[in-house]
């Protein structure tokens, strides 16, 4: 079997596969807290360096001149991709997620309801 054709028959197996572990809130807690905690808050609405990351999924934007209503599967996966692109000004600066990453913090962020106070 030529190469191509192995990797036309693989390759659909290969979008499974991701598919199934996409969208893992569980893991996207753990991506998070390496690399969101050094500047956010997780469980806090206050600023540390970056704004606090608490319910954030579907709250409007604290960050001045990002241009999203609110925060959205769409909107997080853009200013995750790259932020620069979003708002070039911006002083986030993070070496680039995986998709997967990605879409495994914005699963966490979208059901986190931490009952940790806000104080």
């Avoid at 054709?5 to 693989?10: H, I, N, P, R």
């Avoid at 690399?35 to 990351?53: D, K, N, Y």
Wanted: proline residues 8%.
């Amino acid at each position: 079997m030529r190469v191509s054709v192995k990797l036309s028959l693989l390759l659909p197996v290969l979008g499974i596969c991701q598919t199934v572990y996409a969208n893992d809130a569980e893991r996207g807690k753990v991506v998070a807290e390496v690399r969101c905690t050094p500047c956010h808050h997780l469980h806090l609405a206050s600023v540390r360096i970056g704004p606090g990351l608490k319910d954030i999924f579907n709250r409007k934007p604290v960050i001045e001149g990002v241009p999203y209503e609110r925060w959205d599967e769409v909107a997080l996966d853009q200013w995750l991709t790259n932020p620069r692109a979003v708002k070039p000004n911006t002083e986030m600066v993070m070496p680039p997620l995986s998709g997967r990453d990605r879409s495994d913090v914005i699963a966490y962020l979208r059901q986190d309801k931490s009952d940790v106070d806000q104080d």
